[in-house]
């Protein structure tokens, strides 16, 4: 079952999903070679506890962690160590926080200093892929439409989407109805209605689109080892087109002022 907000619920998740935003934009201001996922971790759970939250992901499904830090082949739920990011490297960082009830959820992939010139286009072009799925988000599409455009950019450029992690409904739980694939058809899944809250994640790979998962039981690597990237929003459908309810913003602000 889809549960669909109302607008007070969508202004707490707007809320929820800026703490996780500014904490973002906090990891971007010290993340760079020499520094560890254990200290991104650090510096991001006392943040969003300073701003009446609680970390989002720590302790659920046996989480050890407040933020999951994917580096280069990890596409997702890596988990933070004392291993320092260097030049070169590319990080997935995302982060949960629960506020008032309500979730946000959220990811960015940075570049550690100077990046390859393909892996930086691997980055762009997923994050390119997360606003065209975000603009299918509207009322008259179904949920295959998200996925169906996710799919074709990021396979136009020769890249592999990953099928075995999907984008998730989102609010007082950090998994809801419905699954949001980044592949799909055309007119297929649900209809999206007013007060779907959603969060979109394409994971994109360099190479082919299949993964394993490690012994750990948490990190998810490409098949062939080459990079992969991971950006999310949350996004809520009001008044029949997608909102965005997280931002990137210091994020960027915080990288474009360590250049």
């Excluded at 260097?86 to 990046?115: M, N, P, R």
């Excluded at 790979?205 to 039981?217: A, R, S, Y």
Aim: aromatic share 6%; with cysteine.
């Amino acid at each position: 079952m889809i549960i669909y907000k109302t607008s007070d619920e969508i202004e707490l998740m707007r809320q929820a999903a800026l703490v996780v935003s500014r904490t973002l934009g906090k990891i971007a201001e010290k993340i760079g070679p020499g520094v560890t996922g254990n200290e991104l971790d650090a510096l991001a759970e006392d943040y969003i506890r300073s701003q009446g939250a609680v970390p989002g992901f720590k302790g659920l499904y046996g989480c050890p962690s407040t933020v999951l830090v994917s580096v280069n082949e990890q596409v997702v739920h890596g988990l933070p160590s004392d291993i320092p990011f260097k030049e070169g490297d590319v990080v997935s960082v995302d982060c949960g926080a629960i506020l008032k009830e309500y979730y946000g959820d959220h990811a960015y992939t940075f570049q550690i200093g100077e990046v390859e010139p393909e892996t930086k286009k691997l980055l762009q072009v997923t994050k390119e892929c997360l606003y065209i799925g975000i603009k299918e988000a509207k009322l008259g599409n179904r949920i295959g439409d998200i996925g169906f455009a996710i799919q074709q950019h990021a396979e136009s450029h020769g890249y592999g989407v990953v099928r075995d992690l999907v984008g998730h409904g989102l609010g007082k739980k950090l998994h809801e109805n419905p699954q949001v694939p980044n592949y799909g058809r055309r007119g297929q899944g649900k209809k999206i209605q007013n007060g779907l809250t959603i969060a979109i994640e394409p994971m994109i790979n360099m190479g082919t689109e299949k993964v394993i998962q490690l012994d750990d039981n948490w990190t998810i690597i490409t098949e062939d080892g080459k990079p992969s990237a991971h950006f999310e929003h949350d996004i809520a459908v009001v008044d029949g087109e997608p909102v965005i309810m997280s931002t990137f913003d210091f994020v960027e602000e915080a990288l474009a002022a360590k250049k």
